[in-house]
């Protein structure tokens, strides 16, 4: 899937699809961007409008309440 499909998601197709790469193929944010030429700025904002942020020790975006 190219970047520019990725990016024409609707917000919670994006969360899925990342959340999903990141627990099958990537380590972290940066090299899933890096491989799939992403601006990780353009992936953490878009998420954080709908309350998700990434957490490097799970290596997942999730929702801002559930780490209180």
Known sequence: MDNEKILQMSD???LSFINAKLRVYYK???E???D???DPDVIVDRLKAINYI???QLNQFVHKDSLI
């Open 36 to 38: 799939l030429n992403l």
């Open 12 to 14: 919670e197709m994006l």
């Open 28 to 30: 972290n944010l940066p």
């Open 54 to 56: 990434y957490s490097a």
């Open 32 to 34: 899933l961007c890096e």
